[in-house]
């Protein structure tokens, strides 16, 4: 493959002070975030098949048979034609399920960053890069690419004096916010990988997410802002980093004016970011070198470090970004995911910014400060393409129409779906009110794993049918495959239901389990051999679409995210465990809300108690057991569980 020249690191001219970072700013910029330089990399379909070399190929369904057919192909020209290489890239792909090996462009070097920013900035440095729409309705801010690009390079070589080389980890625990961006982009200049966690995980969480990555540093908030509540993120990495002892400095960053706690570990981030530079040479990474982890529930165990690496990734979500929300220059992409989460990392960060789109970052909530939040915002920030969850559909949905009225929606060309099966009421709701009966819903099937969208309605095709609640259609290069959950074969036929499988790799996937390859194979390339299986459930109809059925193994899929049963159980064998601790807990809490003397003196666990069939508890038998009277129970006729006297009765026995 040929190489695209570098782009010579863009020298930053002005500096860029706190305030344009933490303070809402009205300036506006020549382009606005509209189109009116051209960063074209996203050619129309005529030129995409000629510069793919598909020959012969005229349509959109001829494009996709190409993309799996002559993969190599394909991939190699897209890979050449969007992303910029440092070093070209001698092998496609290097795949073999088997040994859950995945390898993409081996041999190339580029740098994540420098596609994300710099070349963006060389042809329009003041495009507006992203808009961070804070908590409070109004106060958004913009960013532009020169600016992302001097954040990004400062917090580099800040992360540079604090010990951070290439192939470090870095943890981040931070809300939405420029900052938070710019230490993803800022990480992947250096060539560490970072580790993003949703912050709104528990200490406990964190914990076990920063001693698996093994990070030395992490970077959060003093305190985030969500719904107008505060919430004091600082703390809970101060409990957090009390269990990690890999942890050698948290640098913090002020989302509010309230000081906390500072310790000799702690780095006050924007402070210390001021003294940098505003250049910081980008290193060049190889295709297959980690760009980040990002911990996802599986079905057993503890939640697994999933590892995303920097040429296909990105490729991938670009490509995705582009023809899956018909995504084009100019456009304003308002996505409503948390970063902690791949739908942030992909169609937040990395896809917007390779395709030097104009990417909103939300900071608060559905319902905040009415039901009319997303529709007041798209008015305001001119919205696009809106990328949301199923589960906060269902809950405007609740609320009426009205709050969906009451604003201008005439920018949306384009409405998301993602994280769940999303109901028929929900679809049409969204189709018919929210999107004015004019804008295709695009129902979106990914996960973590797959690092972008592999089924959706109209990745081929800008004129396809779509059917309200079905995925549709593979994504270019994605061959789905429906497999027999008993007997493991093919379903080759329309009109069958099965395991959803993908039987050849694609640049997007995820190369590994951090530190746990076995588990990785085990996982998702041993249940049906030759194919990576993603432990979803999957019907294709008689013409050949695909709808989602949900999780076929033990995840449980709540508003989206999701929970693996065996880490709730965990937690509460873990509690039956510390039935002293438990007890103890309980004697505290009575002598603190009634008196000491009310104290019980013992504290028996059990199942469940003696209950009627109408849910009353029987105490007269709980009376005769602590009495030892166990033979004069009574009439245990209305009882609903006859196992639970027996078991206080040798629960008892055992206490005394
Ligand atoms: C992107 C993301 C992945 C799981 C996935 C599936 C469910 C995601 C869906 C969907 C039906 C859709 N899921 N999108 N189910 N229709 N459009 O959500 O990643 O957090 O890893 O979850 O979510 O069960 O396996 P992740």
């Given at each position: 493959?040929?190489a ?8 930053v ?11 809402p ?13 051209t ?50 890239f001698?092998t ?87 900052l ?109 070198d ?12 503890k ?11 990105l ?81 405007l ?82 061959k ?17 239901t ?12 995820a ?19 030759g ?126």
């Amino acid at each position: 493959g040929a190489a695209h020249n570098w782009p010579s690191v863009v020298q930053v001219k002005e500096g860029l002070t706190r305030r344009d970072v933490l303070v809402p700013s009205r300036t506006s910029y020549p382009c606005g975030g509209r189109a009116q330089c051209t960063l074209t990399r996203s050619p129309g379909v005529q030129c995409f098949l000629r510069h793919v070399g598909a020959t012969g190929v005229s349509d959109h369904s001829g494009l996709y048979k190409f993309s799996v057919n002559e993969s190599d192909r394909f991939w190699g020209a897209v890979a050449r034609q969007r992303l910029s290489w440092i070093s070209p890239f001698h092998t496609v792909q290097n795949c073999d399920f088997s040994q859950g090996k995945i390898k993409w462009f081996e041999g190339g070097k580029l740098n994540v960053s420098v596609n994300c920013l710099d070349r963006h900035v060389q042809t329009c440095p003041e495009r507006v890069a992203l808009i961070w729409e804070r908590d409070e309705p109004g106060t958004e801010v913009k960013i532009t690419y020169r600016q992302l690009l001097e954040l990004t390079c400062r917090l580099g070589n800040l992360l540079k004096r604090q010990g951070v080389r290439r192939g470090d980890c870095v943890t981040i625990y931070m809300p939405p916010c420029p900052l938070a961006m710019a230490s993803m982009l800022a990480c992947a200049r250096i060539g560490a990988a970072h580790n993003v966690v949703f912050a709104g995980f528990s200490s406990e969480a964190l914990a076990d997410r920063i001693r698996d990555a093994q990070s030395s540093t992490v970077i959060t908030v003093n305190q985030g802002v969500r719904g107008g509540k505060v919430v004091d993120l600082k703390r809970t990495v101060d409990q957090a980093v009390q269990n990690c002892p890999t942890v050698q400095q948290v640098l913090v960053a002020m989302r509010t004016e309230n000081t906390v706690p500072m310790t000799d570990r702690d780095v006050p981030l924007e402070e210390e970011m001021m003294k940098e530079d505003v250049v910081c040479e980008p290193v060049a990474m190889d295709s297959e070198d980690v760009l980040f982890l990002l911990y996802t529930s599986g079905s057993t165990g503890k939640p697994k470090g999933l590892v995303h690496t920097q040429a296909g990734y990105l490729l991938y979500t670009s490509l995705t970004h582009r023809y899956v929300f018909n995504y084009h220059d100019g456009d304003v992409f308002g996505c409503v995911a948390d970063i902690g989460w791949i739908t942030g990392h992909s169609y937040i960060v990395y896809g917007p910014l390779c395709n030097g789109g104009t990417t909103v970052l939300f900071e608060s909530t559905p319902v905040y400060p009415n039901p009319g939040r997303y529709w007041e915002m798209v008015e305001r920030l001119g919205i696009n393409q809106f990328y949301g969850a199923p589960t906060a559909i269902r809950l405007l949905l609740k609320y009426g129409d009205e709050w969906v009225q009451n604003y201008n929606r005439s920018s949306l060309k384009t409405l998301g779906s993602v994280g769940e099966p999303i109901n028929t009421e929900a679809w049409e709701w969204y189709h018919r009110v929210v999107g004015d009966g004019r804008c295709p819903v695009v129902d979106t099937w990914w996960q973590t794993e797959t690092g972008g969208i592999c089924i959706a309605p109209r990745p081929a095709d800008p004129e396809a049918e779509i059917v309200p609640g079905m995925a549709m259609h593979p994504f270019y290069g994605i061959k789905p495959a429906l497999l027999d959950t008993e007997v493991g074969e093919v379903l080759s036929s329309n009109d069958s239901t099965g395991a959803l499988c993908i039987s050849q790799a694609w640049p997007g996937m995820a190369r590994t389990i951090h530190n746990h390859h076995q588990r990785f194979t085990e996982t998702y390339f041993h249940p049906y051999p030759g194919f990576f299986f993603t432990g979803d459930g999957a019907h294709r109809s008689k013409e050949g679409y695909y709808q989602i059925i949900g999780r076929l193994d033990d995840v449980i899929n709540v508003s989206g995210h999701r929970l693996g049963t065996a880490e709730l159980e965990d937690v509460v064998i873990y509690l039956m465990v510390e039935e002293d601790v438990l007890a103890q807990q309980l004697r505290e809490m009575v002598s603190r809300s009634i008196a000491k003397y009310a104290c019980p003196d013992f504290i028996q666990v059990v199942r469940c108690l003696p209950k009627t069939r109408s849910g009353k508890i029987m105490r007269r038998v709980l009376r005769k057991v602590v009495e030892r009277n166990t033979d004069e129970l009574g009439d245990l006729s209305t009882l609903d569980d006859p196992d639970s006297v027996h078991e206080v009765i040798r629960g008892h026995r055992r206490l005394r």
